[in-house]
């Protein structure tokens, strides 16, 4: 287990997506924030204190990537997770995400706990 838990911030407009991935995850941060809109993940960010950020790709105010990059600039230790039910790790967008460090990572909707897990915590994922 790692020393001390990662602050986390959920940005995602689906109430029932927020409640999955706070229920996964609450017993590994110190701290969780749910938003339903980039600009408020962007706010909230700015407020300092996050490790950690799960983005849906598609959110009610702009495309997840485009906070993705805009949290990366502000912020460029952000661990960075893209989730998307469009999208898939080998999609062009994703790619070049990936590629260029925008993000850190990528989780296909519907997820297993597991995978979530081993995105808070890789160096501890197991095969």
Known sequence: MP???PSVL?????PDMCWALEH??????????????????LD???????DIVFIDAKLP???????A?????????????????????DE??????LHQGIISDFVSKPF???EIMNKLFPSHARG
């Open 3 to 5: 020393e001390s838990l």
């Open 24 to 41: 996964i995850l609450k017993s590994q941060t110190s701290k969780m924030v749910t938003v339903g809109s980039g600009q408020e993940g």
């Open 44 to 50: 909230t960010l700015a407020e300092g204190n996050i």
């Open 61 to 67: 105010d702009m495309e997840g990537l485009d906070v």
């Open 92 to 97: 062009p967008d994703v790619k070049q995400a």
């Open 69 to 89: 990059s805009k949290m990366r600039r502000r912020v460029p230790s952000l661990r960075i997770i893209l989730f998307s039910g469009y999208f898939y790790k």
């Open 10 to 14: 959920i940005i995602d407009d689906e």
């Open 112 to 114: 297993q706990n597991k």
